[in-house]
Nanobody, 125 residues
């Protein structure tokens, strides 16, 4: 069973930066597509970013493109989300997720098999 543990969330002022980490254990991390999603109060969970297993391809939601960067270190079984120029609308619980069998899509919640418990990111104006 794969376990994912996020860290790095917190309170930051608008324009600031945070770096989220997600440590994986119990599976073959290097073979998974890894994604970050977020969920704000009263809203559905939404896609933020994804990275293929070889780190060669990354994907972003339009709302974060140019501000957020996803990366992974397969030797450390860890995926990161560097978040710059944060806005109040980025406030949410951020989840990392692992997709064992990449089917050609990466932005749907249903594609992912394992989820972390989430880490809160709050951006004040």
């Amino acid at each position: 069973q794969v376990q994912l543990v996020e860290s790095g969330g917190g309170l930051v002022q608008a324009g600031g930066s945070l770096r989220l980490s997600c440590a994986a254990s119990g599976g073959t991390f290097s073979s998974y597509v890894m994604g970050w999603f977020r969920q704000a109060p009263g809203k559905e969970r939404e896609f933020v970013a994804a990275i293929k297993r070889n780190s060669g391809s990354t994907y972003y939601a339009d709302s974060v493109k140019g501000r957020f960067t996803i990366s992974r270190d397969n030797a450390k079984n860890t995926v990161y989300l560097q978040m710059n120029s944060l806005k109040p609308e980025d406030t949410a619980v951020y989840y990392c997720a692992a997709d064992r069998y990449y089917s050609g899509s990466y932005s749907y919640v249903r594609e992912y098999d394992y989820w972390g418990q989430g880490t809160q990111v709050t951006v004040s104006s």
